[in-house]
């Protein structure tokens, strides 16, 4: 404080100081990038984590009856009943789930807050919490504002970026008290199989970890369905499943998610929530359980077109030249970049010369570091310009233009 005036309201200079747990948390290494891509007018950005779909229009129009008869108050803090109970039947006829409506199901401003509502619940400070990376960048400072330590445990392009008990053994996860998950996986586009799932079930139960298991591209697997791990033996008591509505029916700016967990689990978040958020986007909500009662065929479809999507790039980036491995979910690839470069680096120049945005895999974390997020949430036509001028930068970097 100076004491002297320094607005013309007359207020005083004030310092503001942020809570440790705040400052503990670095600025976003992708602001840079926005900074270079608005210096160019032809960015195609294959950077972002969304849909390019518009929401199915039945959902959409949902939402608009429920604000034409003036629903617009809150809800139940749990989320409206009708909805919890779709929910329950959906995670049910999909993926094998089987959660109470009335007690273990929560519905939430987008899986964003219920990831940030368990970890406030179940972090004590000094909690350790292992995640396995490169992982959604949200985990990390979500342990950290909950006062939690984070542990990574890195997975490695050999083993498909797939979590391995090895990986979990190294880092030192037997002492943790939290395991992240999130497979179908941002940024890597990895998925976990039932069979690869069971020995990291079966760590999570000898350490008695918590599992918390993010799920929200469950919808976008493209060779087989996906398997929750807290369908296996031991799990449903020990796991929170996180889902939503923003990937599979396109609805992000809606900001509609949910947590399904055992009853203690779920009523330990909602006394969270009851203060912090009262209810869900009530708007959201109708849109929701119109997009679960009528929008199967426009999820599939989309489903479709990514996986198209995911096979053009795929194949585009092997003519390149460039190391991929077979990304079977999300909506992401994780291609290697040439020998001699950091992803940083190569993101950099790529879009000062090219103007292709991509994401540098280290912001995911530890083991991306030489690796770039390359979304095909773009249509083909941006998907086909932007790898051709990705095949130019890579014929003229050549092997003397290493970084
Ligand atoms: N989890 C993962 C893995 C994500 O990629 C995202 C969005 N990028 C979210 C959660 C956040 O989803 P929501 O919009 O439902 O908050």
Redesign the pocket.
Known sequence: MTGEPDSPGGDREFDFDPAERVQAVPPSGIRRFFEIAEERDDVISLGV??PDFATPWTARDAAIDSLEQGKTSYTANRGMRELREAIAGYATDRFDLEYDPASEIIVTA????A?DLAFRAFVDPGDVVAIAQPS?I?YEPGVTFAGGEVLSVPTREADEFRLTVEALEDAGAADAEVLVL?YPN?PTGAIMRKGELEPIAEFAREHDLLVLS?E??AELTYEGDHTSIATLPGMRERTIV?N?F?KAHAM?GL?L?YALGPADAVAAMNKIHQYTMLSAPTTAQYAALEALESCGDEVRDMVDQYDRRRQFVLSRFREIGMDVFEAKGAFYCFPEVPEGWTGEAFAEELLREQGVAVVPGDVFGTGGERHLRVSYATGLGDLREALARIETFVDECGPDRTR
Do not use: H, K, L, W
């Open positions: 984590g969304e987008g899986a964003s807050e990831v959604y949200s999130c941002n993010d929200i591209y996180f939503g923003s992000t900001r998610g």
